[in-house]
C-alpha cells in the first residue's frame, strides 16, 4: 500500500512504490528474523507463484513461540519523514481490530522505497492498539459502507 501524499500517481507508480517498499521491508525483516513469511499479492509477482494473498490483512508473518508477528507495510516515494496519511483495507482493519490486544500487529513505513539504499524504515504499533495513541489519530470523519436495499 501506499501512502497518501503521493497523490496524483497512476495506479502502477503506485504499484511499483508498494512493490519495491515492499521488497525493503523483506530484507529488513529476514535482517531481524531468522524467519519470515511473504504473504502479500506482490510475493507473487517476485517469487513466481500464487502463494500471496492480499486480502489477509498484512503482508508479512513472523512465527514465533509466543504468537505470529504481522507487519502491514505502506511505502511511499518521498525522501523525507513527516506527516504521513495511509488508508487500511477492511482485512487491515479486521486484524489490527482482532490484535488490538496484544502487541503482535505492526505497521512498517518506508520512507523512499524508490530509492533503496537510502530508504528509511519506521517500525510502529497497531493503529488500533493500545500503544498507538502517540502515533496516529484518525482522520477523517468515519468508515464509508456500501450496501444494497432492494
Not at 513466481?48 to 511505502?75: C, H, I, M, Q, W
Not at 495511509?86 to 496484544?102: P, V
Not at 493500545?130 to 468508515?143: D, E, I, M
Request: charged share 30%.
Amino acid at each position: 500500500m501506499v501512502l497518501d501524499r503521493n497523490t496524483g500517481l497512476t495506479d502502477d507508480q503506485k504499484s511499483s512504490i508498494g512493490l519495491a517498499g515492499e521488497v525493503i521491508a523483506k530484507l529488513w525483516l529476514e535482517h531481524k528474523y531468522p524467519d519470515v513469511r511473504w504473504r502479500s499479492g506482490y510475493r507473487n509477482i517476485v517469487l513466481g507463484d500464487d502463494e500471496g494473498s492480499d486480502d489477509l490483512g498484512y503482508d508479512f508473518e513472523v512465527p514465533r513461540t509466543t504468537g505470529s508477528l504481522f507487519y502491514e507495510v505502506k511505502a511511499t516515494n518521498e525522501a523525507s519523514s513527516g506527516r504521513f496519511e495511509f488508508e487500511m483495507s477492511s482485512g487491515e482493519i479486521r486484524l489490527a481490530q482482532e490484535m488490538s490486544r496484544n502487541e503482535r500487529y505492526r505497521v512498517l513505513v518506508i520512507i523512499g522505497a524508490l530509492e533503496p539504499d537510502s530508504a528509511k524504515i519506521v517500525e510502529l504499533p497497531n493503529p488500533l492498539g493500545r500503544k498507538s495513541a502517540p502515533f496516529f489519530r484518525p482522520v477523517g470523519k468515519g468508515v464509508r459502507f456500501r450496501c444494497a436495499i432492494a
